[in-house]
């Protein structure tokens, strides 16, 4: 067996068989697949469509720059609208925010929110409702404490800063 690589002529007809074999490949297993794929995503692509077109006729107010569309920012009715979204009570979170700040022809707030015996899930939801509505809103630093006794339970202690 081992004098079979050795000998030329066995590589004069392996080389032609591959590259003979390799278009015949090709047009049986790979376009298929790649055309069963494409299919697919033609599908899914479509049922993305109908869901943005629900979620745009349910919310319209999402399709419009929420700073264009005039409404002010505000960290108190924010807070409290994603919180109520995300099933957090009132009693679970607390908001502290600083002063409108100047500099470089650019106005900035900070704030601080703390919520108390959230789940990751509620948490990470708040976070993404947040972002999502307002572009110009940065979260600078997130901290986790986990409650003692219990598995899925923390205290989220977050730090924004929104641009104007």
């Not at 109908?50 to 409404?71: C, F, H, K, V, Y």
């Not at 960290?75 to 908001?95: F, H, M, Q, S």
């Not at 959230?118 to 110009?136: E, H, M, N, P, Y």
Request: proline letters at 4%; a positive charge.
């Amino acid at each position: 067996m081992r004098d079979l690589y050795k000998n030329p002529v066995f590589y004069y007809i392996l080389v032609p068989v591959v590259v003979a074999a390799w278009p015949l490949l090709v047009r049986t297993v790979y376009l298929p697949r790649a055309q069963h794929g494409y299919k697919q995503q033609q599908d899914e692509y479509k049922k993305a469509q109908q869901m943005m077109l629900e979620i745009l006729r349910l919310d319209p107010d999402r399709a419009s720059d929420s700073n264009q569309a005039g409404t002010e920012f505000s960290y108190g009715a924010e807070i409290d609208r994603v919180a109520n979204l995300c099933r957090i009570p009132t009693t679970k979170y607390k908001l502290s925010s600083g002063m409108v700040i100047t500099a470089e022809n650019q106005k900035m707030q900070s704030a601080t929110v703390t919520l108390e015996e959230v789940d990751v899930v509620s948490f990470a939801k708040f976070l993404a409702a947040l972002q999502i509505r307002w572009g110009q809103l940065q979260c600078n630093r997130v901290k986790l404490t986990q409650v003692k006794g219990l598995k899925d339970l923390w205290r989220v202690d977050i730090d924004f800063k929104y641009y104007f």
